[in-house]
DNA sequence: CGCCTTTTTGATAGCCGTCAAATTTCGTGG
DNA sequence: CCACGAAATTTGACGGCTATCAAAAAGGCG
């Protein structure tokens, strides 16, 4: 049997259950553009959710990469841990987003990625993937778009880590949160954060007290609300004034 | 005609000039790990030599995107420059290198390609890079290989412009560059720069007179000697201790 | 050969990191 | 369900690193 053949025949019915055509996120994860005929392929490789509590480990560094992750449930970060200590989160990751995209390289994991709440995951083992790609190029471009937009968010933030201070970074930060859970179809300007003054900090190049500060600054002009990981955006044109620009897509 | 059929027609004699199979690139560059039949295909849709006077521009932001681009003698910048007139330099690009990879989101290019000398390139239409994978897997798995390598850099700076201090980051550089050369058969220890402190600082964050200062730092500590653009590494051990540890691939 | 760019070096100011302590929240176990 | 302890957040004071402004010297291109 091709693995063709082998793509375009059912599995039984345990492993139906993860069906890309039936899920909510058809529209933020991997099958967009796809037809119904192309999402029933790929359905048929996503395997049942697993499920990581918060603080478990979806995947560690340096460990054997086999599958891709999309985010069905809650969200995560991934990070960088250097020999000496050093640290830097990556990247905060929301239902639809596609996590390993940095372990197809040396075909093992480079970072963490971490449950910042309880989650669940689809997994996609990347070799058939690679096979759906080859099946179907519509498949394949989207894939490398994905890849892609992946390295212009990595750019974006090269951007805000080389030069901009500290309030816009926050400012650039809470955009970038604000727009994403827009696109999700929640409230843009009221929402709970999931991750700490730390790991903000981490990811935007900050000390937590630096975050913080940021924080009160931006609350003292009434531009936001702050109560504790509780935002508020009460000025969201006088937000994107504070970075001088910066994109905040993604 | 399929698709191809055309691929594995030859072109007229014309257009066969930039012929992968007998380019000094082969190792450094897209046909690495390919078998000869494979090298020839794509050896076909690799268009002849782009010259690019040092200055000038291989492509401009928000320009449609439809090809990639190898280095083939050269180098070159990529740089996002914002509305508010910020600037930063994304990557310096040396031969072998693969230019383009953040247009395919878009369809458009994100940020400007200029060379630091003048330089050759090889075109790889972008439609003509898929047919290819299609046919070939191994191409494929390949390219997304490249792709993925580009986000892990990409991480690399990131940590970099994230935690580290001037000294830090010069010397982050500096073993980047030397590490890059040596792989190209060149000596790692002496060099010449070819991009100015300013774009130095540009790509690590820093102001030029800061970059300036690091240099002169590092020179006076015996572990490097700085004339202008060319520069000699003493002391490659000492050289790494300067920053806490970061990886200096590609 | 001459002008313009690049580089170096100095002085000063401002932003952020560091250290410290108080307050609130959250998770766990009783 | 409540209570306790650990973790997270906020705020203040201070110091260090880097940006900024300035000027001189060296190099490169036409």
Redo the contacts with the bound molecule.
């Keep these: 049997m091709s693995s063709e053949d082998f793509l375009l025949t059912n599995f039984n019915a345990a492993q139906l259950r993860s069906n890309c055509a039936t899920c909510s996120l058809r529209e933020l994860c991997l099958p967009v553009g796809l037809n119904d005929q192309e999402i029933q392929i790929l359905g048929k490789v996503v395997s049942q959710q697993k499920k990581i509590r918060r603080g478990g480990y979806l995947y560690r560094a340096s460990t054997n990469f086999q599958a891709l992750y999309a985010v069905k449930r809650g969200s995560l970060k991934t990070c960088i841990l250097e020999e000496d200590g050093r640290q830097q989160i990556t990247g905060f990751h929301m239902t639809g987003d596609l996590l390993g995209l940095d372990a197809i390289s040396n075909e093992s994991h480079i970072c963490d990625a971490i449950a910042l709440e309880n989650s669940e995951l689809c997994e996609i083992p990347f070799s058939k993937l690679e096979e759906i790609s080859r099946i179907i190029p519509t498949f394949m471009h989207h894939f490398h778009k994905i890849m892609s937009r992946e390295i212009v968010r990595d750019h974006s933030l090269m951007l805000l880590l080389g030069g901009m ?3 816009e970074r926050l400012a650039s930060f809470l955009l970038n949160i604000s727009s994403r859970l827009a696109i999700r179809g929640y409230s843009e300007s009221s929402f709970n954060l999931r991750m ?3 790991e903000i900090g981490s990811y935007l ?6 975050v ?2 940021a ?2 600054k931006l609350q003292s002009e009434a531009i936001i609300s ?1 109560n ?2 509780h935002i508020e955006i009460h000025d969201l044109e006088r937000l994107k004034l504070k970075m001088g620009n910066a994109s905040c897509t993604t």
Tied chains: 1, 2.
Excluded: C, M, N, Q
Excluded at 205 to 210: I, N
């Design positions: 201070k500290a309030e700490t003054r730390e190049g900050l000390k937590l007290e630096t913080s500060r924080f009160s702050v504790y990981k």
